[in-house]
């Protein structure tokens, strides 16, 4: 067990200092939420709907986005020099691969996500007062399931043709249910409802989460090999 | 050109290999055995299915049919007789192998001192920025760690690809074309390395279109055409004969 968290952390600080060099990632997926979100802001018919009304759905789609664009460049960086093969043949398991790129993954889809929310505060207006830490609670709930999926998502198309093709169209209907999650819990948030209306929705990610990440380690292993 | 005897165990045993994608056969019952200081070349036109031969070998690819026995242990491949092999390879067996492969296996966006250093953290050796550095000296390029290696020239790369390779003191080590973009000196630097480890009991497989760079290296040399060993065995005497057959095997 001490090994594998020594090969994750191995991992994971590789990734992060391959972003932060290259910035590749952080740069298309912070400029794709900005251009999302004017776009949105642009075609909202103001005598229809509120700026508040729109804000938790636009947020929403945002880091569906956002997430698929972090984690296409996930594996993009290992296909690039066949650098994947390196990992592989380094004398460690493939479940310790899989955890450091899935804590890179997540660590960075926070950090793009958090300037999603207050892009969003920017652009619609709307009021997180009180309600900014639950709403990130509620971001990393819903990540810490999607990057598990995206991240073995990811890795099964890192050797096909077209990988940047591939990964929205398998990982995009497995975000439906975070995404819906997190829609209902923001809007109630944002509403000021209390706490008993979102336990339900809440429950929903914490399971979904428990079980893609768990699935994740289970296939992850396999998938590395050709 | 270093020699073994062939009553040492084998240190890599690979038994009728196959491998299919699709209806293409790329490897068609390809058996190599491979003893600690001996050096397999093996030549072939392009497409013949030697760099597939090296992925199997390593482990990276599954064979259609047909086993990799590495140190007696299964590498990859169902036992061609379950009771006499042990269980498939653990992680710890992939330390005996180094390979250096067409792609360079480097982060463009990380400095070849990083590169080097990762590689040594992966493999679990001590001091792995110490590592790094020997790593780099070995191979000339000592004053370049701090240099991305996008910054680098292609033979550059391609020495800093070797040190990876060798980093971790591998028993078996898997080359693709290891001189490809190298100036002659620097070639000259990689055969000495490659000579010396041969001497300390190293066993290297070696593909090249480039038989004179690696001639004196070889023990063994092989042909393969078309997935199949068109000529194995000790290399014998003359290099001028062996490219003679060579052509001859090709062409037919």
């Known amino acids: 067990m001490r090994e594998t968290l020594r090969v994750a952390l191995v991992v994971a600080e590789k990734d992060l200092r391959v972003e932060l060099r290259s910035r590749t990632a952080f740069i298309s997926a912070v400029t794709l939420a900005a251009l999302i979100l004017l776009v949105f802001n642009f075609a909202r018919d103001a005598a229809v709907v509120s700026r508040e009304a729109l804000a938790p759905s636009v947020l929403w789609v ?14 993009a960086v290992e296909r690039e020099n066949g650098a994947l093969d390196g990992l592989l043949l380094a004398p460690v398991s493939r479940s310790a691969v899989f955890l450091g790129k899935y804590a890179a993954n997540l660590v960075f889809v926070l950090v793009v996500e958090t300037l999603t929310v207050l892009l969003v505060v920017l652009f619609f207006g709307a009021d997180l007062r009180g309600t900014l830490g639950a709403i990130l609670a509620t971001v990393f709930l819903a990540s810490a399931g999607f990057v598990a999926v995206g991240t073995v998502f990811a890795a099964m198309t890192a050797r096909t ?8 169209l398998l990982l995009l209907p497995f975000l439906v249910p975070p995404v819906i999650a997190g829609v209902q819990v923001t809007t109630r948030l944002l509403a000021g409802r209390p706490v008993s209306e979102i336990a339900g929705w809440l429950r929903i990610l914490g399971l979904y989460d428990i079980v893609f990440f768990t699935l994740g380690l289970l296939v992850f292993p396999s998938l590395m090999d050709e | 050109m270093p020699s073994s005897t062939p009553s040492e165990p084998a240190l890599l045993e690979a038994s ?21 200081g001996e050096c397999h070349l093996v030549a072939g ?28 242990r299964r590498l990859a491949g169902r036992p061609l007789r379950a009771r006499q092999v042990a269980p498939p390879a653990e992680p710890a067996l992939r330390r005996h192998i180094g390979l250096l492969s067409h792609q360079s296996q480097l982060y463009d966006d990380l400095t070849a001192g990083e590169n080097l250093a990762f590689a040594a953290r992966l493999h679990g050796l001590d001091h792995p920025e110490d590592r790094a550095r020997s790593g780099l000296a070995a191979v000339g390029l000592a004053e370049r760690a701090d240099t991305p290696v996008r910054k680098l020239s292609r033979g550059m790369i391609q020495r800093v690809a070797f040190a990876r390779a060798i980093l971790h003191e591998p028993r078996l080590i898997l080359l693709d074309e290891p001189f490809t973009g190298m100036d002659p000196v620097s070639s000259d630097a990689v055969r000495e390395r490659l000579d010396a480890l041969l001497r300390t009991g190293c066993a290297l497989v070696l593909v090249t279109h480039d038989v004179l760079e690696a001639w004196e290296l070889a023990s063994h040399a092989h ?18 004969g062996f490219l003679h057959e060579y052509r001859e095997v090709v062409r037919a």
């Open chain 2, 223 to 240: 042909v393969m055409v078309r997935g199949e060993w068109m000529r194995s065995g000790p290399r014998g005497a003359s290099m001028d």
């Open chain 1, 161 to 168: 043709r077209f990988a940047e093709l591939m990964l929205p």
């Open chain 2, 16 to 36: 009728d290999l196959e491998r299919r994608f699709g209806a293409a056969r790329a490897l068609r019952g390809v058996s190599l055995t491979v003893r600690a």
């Open chain 2, 45 to 72: 036109p392009n497409g013949a299915g030697k760099s597939t031969l090296l992925r199997l070998l390593a482990g990276l690819a599954r064979p259609s049919a047909g086993t990799v026995l590495l140190e007696g």
């Open chain 1, 62 to 75: 945002t880091l569906a986005f956002v997430g698929v664009t972090v984690l296409n460049r996930s594996f």
